[in-house]
């Protein structure tokens, strides 16, 4: 097919570089190899019995028709009483939308917002559909770099610093997709005061890992009163609770965006799944400290989090932090960059992926693809023996780059 026969927004936009190297790692796969793949953002354990079951009760009821396009209202009504009892959160069912996934209720929120030429801040490194997001929009991103000197967090003086008249939008994820990072309260009040002081900025806080935290209690923005009205809170059932597959995310947005978001999704895709609603709504009730389930993933996680860490520690001109969430680390890999072996030459964390999957076969991320190509993102949701393979294979192929 001709490319120039499909529109500019379609040319124009990046590919997705997770599912690039998933796609790569599969190919791999299918002629044999024995691909170790950390580059998937999905946790590998099973849904919770209880959810499971509520699916199949479902069924069992023929909850089989159209759905809402906002969602039932007995999962909006869920969601209500998750957000206040797990974040401290006041919306009423008419301020949630659930949609398919927390991508689209981002993706929803975006497009109900921006216009040509807004400008959407987003702090790298960033989850790699913001920018993509923001460009579907029509909005123009700009750029904070943060560094791993403060844990890849951006600070309020930074985003003070880029805010214009066409600011319209702030994203930015907390635990945090590529770097594990966790804003704490006295991090988001101070953000909170910048955003405050701009009335026409909003906020979209991406929580879809809210669950996968290390350090304690988690925060949310929208708690501050100076800029409740200002916030969209994403959330959703993917991550936390092994539900990827299921595609549900959800909003809690001031009302008239909510309203907005009702609309566009009613023009493109309707309701989501109603069995898949009903999965989502016993996720919701559900109280996460208390799920031995979730507790026991969460306990993995940060098992498997240290055991990374601490192999990655052996591999010299590998520098990394400590991140306090999600399953992620995100090294920095620069001292290779310049070096060779063979026919390959590492010029950037693009091409030290490509020589790692193609010489020892093992998938991970490359950093350009979250605005920080001195890192590479790597994905613990694998089991710790993977874990112990994979990165005594990386160290080897690292080993012979001069």
Partial sequence: MNNKLLSDRINNLTESATLKMTQKSRELKAKGFNVITLSVGEPDFNTPESIKEAAKDAIDKNMTRYTPVPGYLALREAVVKKFRKDNDLDYTPEQIVISNGAKQSIANAMLCLINP???????????????????????????????????????????????????????????????????????????????????????IADEIYEHINFKGEHESIAQFNNVKDQVITVNGVSKGFAMTGWRIGYLGAPLF????????????????????????????????????????????????????????????????????????VFPEVSSYFGKSFNNYTINNSNDLCLYILETVYVALVPGEAFGSEECVRISY??????????????KSALAKLN
């Fill in 257 to 328: 965006i909510a309203k907005a978001c009702n609309k566009l999704q009613g023009q493109y895709t309707s309701g989501a799944s109603s069995i898949a609603q009903a999965a989502a709504t016993e996720a919701a009730l559900t109280d996460a400290s208390a799920s031995e389930e979730l507790q026991a993933m969460v306990k993995a996680f940060k098992e498997r989090r240290d055991l990374v860490i601490g192999l990655l520690k052996e591999i010299p001109g590998i520098k990394t932090n400590v991140p306090d969430g999600a399953f992620y």
């Fill in 117 to 203: 030429g807004d400008e959407v801040i987003v702090p790298s490194p960033y989850w790699v559909s913001y920018p993509a997001i923001a460009q579907l929009a029509e909005g123009t991103v700009v750029e904070i770099k943060a560094s791993s000197d403060n844990d890849f967090k951006f600070t309020a003086a930074q985003l003070e610093n880029v805010i214009t008249e066409k600011s319209k939008v702030l994203i930015f994820s907390s635990p945090c997709n590529p770097t594990g990072s966790v804003f704490s309260k006295e991090d988001l009040k101070a953000i909170a005061d910048v955003v405050a002081k701009h009335k026409n900025l909003f906020v």
């Fill in 381 to 394: 949701a694998v089991s710790t023996e993977q874990i112990i393979e994979a990165i005594s294979r990386m």
